[in-house]
């Protein structure tokens, strides 16, 4: 039986050891640069990076009484996973970080639609990250996601 995690240092006390650091190393990146408004907590069984219900009431489409998810964070079975849906969600953003990938990283960009996969933990490009999570305010994430999935009646 699996046990409930609520908390980030839950979740960080959950991995596997050698994913401890770079996975700390990469929530403090993220929580030292997000703009204000976003709020840390698990989401998906990961460190999620969140608009809140209180900043924005209406919640995720898929689940209203949940809180707008934007970036996760997780150690998987075989590497480190960031989910960033403004990655999915902004097409500029996207071509910006495919572009400065390699000048950060030695390895090639493993990525889904808005999954980045790190398989070497030790070769995580922690300052693009840092920008990356800058880039984008909880007020342009709110007015973007608005315009691709929320409902106009």
């Given at each position: 039986?699996?046990m409930?995690?609520?908390?980030?240092?839950?979740?960080?006390?959950?991995?596997?050891?050698?994913?401890?650091?770079?996975?700390?190393?990469?929530r403090?990146?993220?929580?030292?640069n997000?703009?204000k408004?976003?709020?840390?907590?698990i989401?998906?069984?990961?460190l999620?990076?969140v608009?809140?219900?209180?900043l924005?009431?209406?919640?995720y489409h898929?689940k209203?009484?949940q809180?707008l998810?934007?970036i996760?964070?997780?150690s998987q079975k075989n590497f480190?996973?960031?989910h960033?849906?403004?990655?999915?969600?902004?097409?500029?953003l996207?071509e910006?970080f495919?572009?400065?990938?390699?000048k950060?990283?030695k390895?090639?960009?493993?990525?889904?639609?808005?999954?980045?996969?790190?398989?070497k933990?030790?070769?995580?490009?922690?300052?693009?990250?840092?920008e990356?999570?800058?880039k984008?305010?909880?007020?342009q994430?709110?007015?973007?996601y608005?315009?691709?999935?929320?409902?106009k009646?």
């Amino acid at each position: 039986m699996q046990m409930a995690i609520n908390t980030p240092e839950e979740y960080l006390n959950s991995i596997a050891e050698e994913r401890k650091v770079p996975v700390s190393k990469l929530r403090d990146t993220i929580l030292e640069n997000l703009p204000k408004g976003f709020e840390e907590k698990i989401s998906y069984g990961m460190l999620g990076y969140v608009i809140p219900l209180d900043l924005y009431p209406d919640g995720y489409h898929c689940k209203p009484e949940q809180a707008l998810p934007f970036i996760n964070i997780g150690s998987q079975k075989n590497f480190i996973v960031m989910h960033h849906l403004g990655l999915y969600a902004f097409t500029d953003l996207l071509e910006w970080f495919q572009d400065e990938y390699p000048k950060h990283c030695k390895y090639k960009l493993d990525m889904g639609k808005g999954c980045v996969r790190f398989k070497k933990p030790d070769d995580i490009p922690y300052a693009l990250v840092a920008e990356l999570a800058r880039k984008i305010t909880p007020g342009q994430w709110i007015e973007q996601y608005e315009k691709v999935y929320k409902r106009k009646d």
